[in-house]
Nanobody
Framework: QVQLVESGGGLVQAGGSLRLSCAAS????????MGWFRQAPGKEREFVAA????????AYADSVKGRSTISRDNAKNTVYLQINSLKPEDTAVYYC?????????????????WGQGTQVTVSS
């Protein structure tokens, strides 16, 4: 089991940027693909971005494609999500998750370990 702790959320104005971090501990981190998901009030949790264990492959939801970057530092057991040009509709709790496999996946069912989430609020 991987333990995950997110940080970096907060209140930001529309058009601003945030860099979310997810620190992992526990079993081998570098063997797992990692993903970011988000959940807004009253909505289902949705995929945002994912990265393979090597960092060589990434995937993004259409809603954030072109204005976000997922990256990882396996030496620091940390994965990051940079989101630029934030919009009010980006407001949600953002969760980090570890995949059961090393390959990129957008399927929430592939993710076995989850953090507690970090709140991102974008004001208009």
């Amino acid at each position: 089991q991987v333990q995950l702790v997110e940080s970096g959320g907060g209140l930001v104005q529309a058009g601003g940027s945030l860099r979310l971090s997810c620190a992992a501990s526990g079993r081998t981190f570098s063997g797992s693909a990692m993903g970011w998901f988000r959940q807004a009030p009253g909505k289902e949790r949705e995929f945002v971005a994912a990265i393979s264990w090597s960092g060589g492959s990434t995937a993004y939801a259409d809603s954030v494609k072109g204005r976000s970057t997922i990256s990882r530092d396996n030496a620091k057991n940390t994965v990051y999500l940079q989101i630029n040009s934030l919009k009010p509709e980006d407001t949600a709790v953002y969760y980090c998750a570890a995949d059961r496999d090393s390959l990129v996946s957008v399927n929430i069912r592939h993710y076995a370990s989850w953090g507690q989430g970090t709140q991102v609020t974008v004001s208009s």
